[in-house]
């Protein structure tokens, strides 16, 4: 079974310009990611997929492998894009703003054997800090009982009307594909669910495609915001103190 990353990386953030150069304790966040990945065994290769001339160049720069796409909208897009160029049996995509992704947490994505019928599986995290939940940059997740997704949204859902024994729980930006899924993804139109939650995986939960969840409890969190940015560099120097 041959498996590939997929670091999806464009310049132009809303909230945070230029997020994957973003200094992070002397290194390019965009460089933190791709070499937890490279720690990953599973892997068949590693590839940044950017459209711009500066990710490309630090990319070059650090050594990293770097595949030009055309613009996206959406990272699964770029996604789509390198399995046109790479052939695999499944396409592990890996945000660039997750610099504290471990290889274990990545690891646990990987499928147990190759299907023909499009397929997505997806990492979730139970949340802790309340803040989180009201944070609508966080994805709540919500699956049955045999963990699959049946909704992703950015408000703290189900609502607890009759009981607060819920875990609620956080998508983490890590998600597998299999090339029937990208091939669904890029030929289907956004749908409305999608294009109000502004998550592009809910295009596969709108026309019944399956995206499989599982747990990761490691310490993980995506850069969205300068207070996000602010709370991994202090991370991230007590990871580099031990």
């Known amino acids: 079974m041959k498996i590939v990353a997929v670091i999806p990386s464009r310049y132009g ?5 230029g997020k994957p150069l973003i200094d992070i304790c002397g290194k ?30 630090i990319c070059k720069e650090y050594g990293m492998d770097v595949l030009m796409t055309g613009g996206h909208e959406q990272a699964i897009g770029r996604v789509c894009e390198v399995s046109q ?25 990987f499928p147990d054997e190759v299907v023909e019928e499009p397929i997505m599986f997806g990492l979730m995290k139970p949340i802790k800090d309340p803040v989180e939940l009201i944070d609508t940059s966080n994805l709540k997740v919500v ?8 909704f992703v949204s950015r408000s703290p859902i189900p609502y607890p009307q009759k009981t607060v024994l819920f875990d609620y729980k956080k998508a983490v930006g890590v998600m597998c594909f299999n090339k029937a899924a990208l091939d669904f993804f890029a030929k289907t139109p956004i749908g409305n669910l999608e294009r ?16 499989k969840y599982k747990y990761v409890y490691e310490e993980s969190l995506s850069v969205d915001t300068l207070r996000d940015l602010e709370k991994v560099r202090k991370m991230m120097e007590e990871k580099i103190k031990k």
Request: net charge negative.
């Open 13 to 17: 953030s809303t909230r945070l310009p």
């Open 85 to 109: 160029y790479v052939d695999a049996d499944y396409y592990v995509m890996i945000c660039g703003d997750e610099p504290l992704i471990t290889p274990e947490a990545i690891e646990l994505i």
């Open 28 to 57: 390019p966040m965009l460089w933190w990611v791709y070499h937890q990945a490279k720690k990953v065994g599973g892997f068949a290769g590693v590839y940044v997929a950017t459209d711009d001339e500066r990710i490309e160049a």
């Open 143 to 150: 699956v049955n009982d045999k963990n699959e997704g049946m």
């Open 196 to 211: 109000v939650e502004e998550y592009a995986p809910l295009r596969f939960m709108e026309n019944g495609i399956k995206v």
